[in-house]
């Protein structure tokens, strides 16, 4: 059993959903994104979502978009944010996840990462170019290596592509709440907890809803019908409010807190 | 018959998109297999392309040019006489009419010179499509012809500030436009590029080049061409002239791409050349990228060879060795424009100048009895203003 199972246990046993929180490894660069993942674990979030800025990322809105190129500036690679995770795994056991587009796993390596990434504590990934049937080679490398491949479903997925989801994912499921890409969103499409309920029906694994949260009362709402909440952009945007501000770490935290 | 029913070339092509995005494909993948085969469809799109667009397109043999390199026989295959200017519209028509049968009403692209742009703004008007396209900003610089004329036709042209600027980033944004809005809205993709049936989708629609290339060139000569050269970079005019010819396995191909200041500087757009086998924008293919993954700034005096990646069509006929991949400068395209204008009186787009700038080096050192046939993929209109702007520089 690797972190993220056992946490979604632990919640499970609670009845308490998980925050998810994601931040951009590197921005505004690798110290403040390790002092970061231990302030958001002290302010309550159960798992973390590190993001690998990417070139061209076009799941991303302007938020993220802007956190990615900061995070590029000081040349953020992914063998950089594996080795962070090897290093904060000697202070927390905190689940964490990199987010990061299909091109730089493949330059990287495949098997390699695999192994690397559980060398270093590095608990799974989440690929949004890469659907269950682009997948299949990372999913089978990961695997050996007790890696999770979280995939993702939209409300556009139907029932037959749910089912090849489900059975694939490992982790958890990563529903995403709206058609587009990520940002916050003052409101939410009513559509979600209808498809909500379909796939947590269908689903044998932990379901979170990420895209679009942003404040406590999303999260609360949403509590009630996910395993799990991720909040990503809406804490990227307190990290660029703060830019070269001594209290940055600090007001993220006060931030998460408030989510709870 | 390639792709396989994944949309792979061998180890190349795929679906790398997001998931809200996956439904779309395997709509736009039913509906293009089920009525491209249709007699109904068929008519409508030989139509628009025969009554529209003008075509065919005349095959003619460049004799000035063929002089005076005194070597083989040069043709050029004219698609810069198509309606809008260039070869784009082949593949905008038979989008527009594979749209129509989706029930979509909003149509988005990408363009980097325009020419695109320009065509899918065209099919837009012509079929009463809302439509919005994206194009980068310092794009929207140096194409401002183009730009006017889609407005000109009812379309937004939004400029995309994001990154290089450039086509890679239109089209970054024209694929989170997609995830949007995807419910109402065709991606109206411009190349061979992209994710699965996109490649195969488009070589469709531009192999008219090559059907009718062949059947020229069978009435002018009695026999195929040796060379088959045309300009690459998602390549589409380049598959579309190449396909049709791909089991005649005498027939040579030759793409040429951009090296821009040279194959070995940074200011170059020479994928087949430096680039390593990677993912972008929805297939695996050649990149131009970093050790790390991330995806390298191109330069190219051509707006329209701009762009880091190549179709996954493409890279599996270089992977095989099916086509050679070459590469011009700026410099020699710029002078190959000249000597096109001065020997034959034709202005040929940027672009298509790469694949002129070729034929110094090839059809010298062939015999006169050889046969060269050149696509000439876009007229050169609009990059007038822009040579213009840099030869009033150069005699400062």
């Known amino acids: 059993m690797n972190r993220i199972e056992k946490k979604f246990q632990e919640l499970k046993k609670l009845k308490k959903p998980a925050l998810i929180t994601y931040i951009c490894a590197g921005d505004p660069n690798l110290k403040t994104t390790y002092e970061l993942v231990l302030e958001l674990e002290r302010s309550g979030a159960d798992i973390i979502e590190l993001g690998v800025p990417f070139s061209d990322p076009i799941a991303d809105g302007p938020t993220i978009q802007r956190a990615a190129l900061r995070a590029l500036k000081k040349n953020t690679s992914l063998k950089d944010i594996v080795s962070l995770v090897g290093k904060l795994r000697k202070e927390s056991q905190i689940p964490i996840l990199l987010m990061t587009y299909a091109n730089p796993v493949y330059q990287f390596g495949v098997k390699k990462l695999a192994g690397s990434s559980q060398g270093n504590g590095v608990d799974g990934y989440i690929i949004p170019d890469l659907p269950p049937e682009a997948g299949r080679e990372i999913r089978q490398e990961f695997r050996k290596e007790n890696v999770d491949l979280v995939y993702l479903a939209s409300p556009l997925t139907d029932k037959r592509r749910l089912n090849i989801i489900n059975h694939n994912s490992s982790g958890f499921i990563y529903y995403v709440s709206v058609t587009g890409v990520t940002g916050t969103r003052v409101s939410l499409p009513g559509e979600v907890s209808n498809q909500a309920r379909s796939l947590r029906r269908l689903a044998d694994k932990p379901v979170a809803i990420g895209f679009g949260v942003s404040n406590h009362v999303q999260v609360k709402k949403l509590a009630a019908d ?35 | 018959m390639l792709p396989d029913k994944n949309g792979y070339f061998g180890i190349f092509g795929g679906k790398f998109v997001p998931e809200t995005l996956m439904p779309a494909l395997a709509e736009l993948e039913e509906t293009y297999s089920r009525v491209k085969n249709e007699a109904r469809f068929k008519k409508d799109l030989a139509y628009y392309l025969t009554e529209y667009a003008g075509r065919p397109t005349p095959l003619y043999f460049a004799a000035n040019l063929t002089a005076l390199y005194g070597g083989a026989k040069i043709y050029l295959k004219r698609e810069d006489l198509c309606h809008t200017g260039a070869h784009k519209i082949n593949n905008t028509i038979g989008q527009a009419l594979v749209t129509l049968r989706m029930g979509k009403k909003r149509i988005i692209a990408e363009t980097g010179a325009g020419q695109h742009g320009v065509a899918v703004a065209t099919v837009a008007a012509l079929f009463k499509l809302s439509c919005d396209v994206y194009m980068g900003a310092e794009d929207v610089e140096r194409q401002k012809l183009n730009v006017y004329r889609m407005q000109k036709l009812g379309t937004r042209v939004i400029p995309v500030t994001s990154g290089t600027q450039t086509l890679k980033d239109a089209m970054n944004e024209a694929l989170r436009d997609w995830v949007t809005n995807v419910r109402t809205t065709h991606y109206m993709l411009g190349s061979c ?26 009435q002018k000569e009695g026999r195929l061409p040796d060379y088959l050269l045309a300009c690459v970079n998602g390549g589409s005019n380049a598959i579309g002239l190449f396909h049709p010819f791909y089991n005649d396995d005498k027939v040579k191909f030759i793409g040429v791409e951009a090296s821009g200041a040279g194959v070995n500087t940074k200011n170059t757009a020479a994928t087949m050349a430096k680039g390593r086998i990677g993912i972008l924008h929805g297939s695996k293919s050649y990149l131009l990228q970093d050790q790390n993954g991330q995806v390298s700034p191109t330069h190219s005096i051509a707006a329209g060879l701009d762009y880091p990646g190549v179709g996954p069509e493409h890279s599996y006929y270089k992977y095989t060795g ?8 700026d410099q020699e395209a710029l002078a190959a424009f000249d000597l096109l204008a001065r020997q034959e009186g034709i202005l040929p787009a940027l672009e298509s100048a790469h694949a ?9 050192k062939l015999a006169k009895n050889k046969i060269i046939v050149v696509c000439l993929s876009g007229r050169g209109d609009k990059d007038m203003e822009q040579i213009k702007h840099r030869e009033g520089l150069k005699n400062t």
């Open chain 1, 226 to 260: 996910f395993d799990g909440v991720i909040v990503g952009s809406a804490i990227v945007n307190i990290i660029e409010q703060n830019l070269g501000k001594k209290d940055l770490v600090e007001k993220v935290g006060k931030f998460v807190r408030s989510l709870k």
């Open chain 2, 193 to 218: 590029a992209g994710p699965h049936p996109f490649p195969m989708m488009v070589r469709d629609f531009q192999a008219v080049i090559g059907k009718e290339t062949r059947k020229q060139i069978l």
């Open chain 2, 322 to 329: 099916r086509a050679e991949y070459v590469s011009a400068t």
């Open chain 2, 356 to 364: 002129v700038a070729y034929l110094k080096k090839l059809a010298p």
